[in-house]
């Protein structure tokens, strides 16, 4: 893919990704020309009609603003009906069998979950369950909701709420980290018992795939066509300059008003809370962040599971989990488990706090460095889970009372809280502000 970008686009402030080597263009995009704004910097933008599979980025901060996938509708919805299958498969058969002299123990989909239950420890069970289990239901059945009549040419009541709780739980939807977990689990096991593949397991490696391809074949632009018209705005500003609110939900710019200072506003396309910026953003990101960073302590003194063999076994913290690893000539996965349970977090919380310090002195510093930085640490963040998900699947299999147990600690509560609150801290930022600060120093300094 290359850039293709010419002057009179480069004016109005469109990038456009099209596709190299290809002769001819069919203009098929349902995005006519308008306005819209970059959701993570607020800039606006004029659109156009794109080349087929062309995407459109924003020239400030290189955010995706609109793309152009052919017969997305119908991609869309057969690949998320493909999905809706597999998942459903997947928590009808047996998932993982564990054989250990002559006892098999064998699981289903959601014996990650229970296990934790059974064992008291039940907010971790449910933590384990929503995002495994129930959340990619809910985006699942929401997308198929929102598709299934746009195929027919109709818009079913209450889109704009399933597609913002589809939108707000698209997140914590963490199937591939899942999957890592699993395969985590299997070779720390292999040397234990013998591990049997169970239908559900290669129905969840297809539920995987297929969830992928939805969403990389997600066309924004045909569920909310742009509709942004207005006489006399022109492009080169931010939406807030210009009196507009932007609408993360639909993508509609709506008017501000002038009335009160404070009104209160609503998308009348999908009724969403409406704000130029985030409320009390910087605030809450740090409120959240000190929360994350005390629990990260307790997270790495305590022990977050115990391996019983023949009745004897020594709790393990995270730390000397991944030392035993390395002892037992396991370095790629003591990589991995290293990576997402330590180095993640704490590189989380501190490039957040290098954000939120930046936006507070009003920096100009490198505004698309780090409205980048921000992108990578907002998707990053999910994959701490896996540690979780270890352990939950490890103590739902290797449960064989004298011969072998696994207990999940109290310090996997400790970690698991600190993953779900620097995903808030992480969802709670106002990239936005980035630019905002940039913009004042910048005039500070013309003046």
Known sequence: MTLALNSEQKENGSGFWMKSG???????????EGLTACHECDFLHTTHPLPENGK???TRCGALLYQNIPNSIDKMLAWNLAAFMFLIMANAFPFISLKLSGNVEENVFVSGALALYKLGMAELGLLVFLTSVFFPFITIAGMLYILIPLKFGKRVAGIGSVYRLVKAL?????????MLGVLISIVKLLDLATIIPGI??????????????????FDFSVIWPNKNNFKGKRAGATAAERGLLNCHTCGLLVQESESTEHAHHYCPRCETSLHSRKTN??????ALIFAATILLIPANVYPVMTVVRFGQGDPDTILSGVKHLIEGGMWPLALIVFFASVVVPVTKLIVLSLLLITVQKK????????????RVTEIVGAWSMVDIFLVGILAALVNLDSLATIRPGIGAIFFAAVVVITIFAAHSFDPRLIWDNAEERGKGIKA
């Open 22 to 32: 290809e002769g001819t263009h069919q203009s098929i995009s349902t995005s006519s």
């Open 56 to 58: 459109a980025l924003c």
């Open 170 to 178: 698209w997140p914590w939807s963490l199937l591939g980290v899942f």
């Open 200 to 217: 559900s397991l290669y129905c969840f490696a297809a539920l995987l795939l297929t969830s992928t391809a939805a969403n990389s074949n």
């Open 281 to 286: 953003s910087v605030t809450r990101c740090w």
């Open 363 to 374: 920096s100009d510093w490198r505004p698309r460095d780090r409205t980048f930085l921000y």
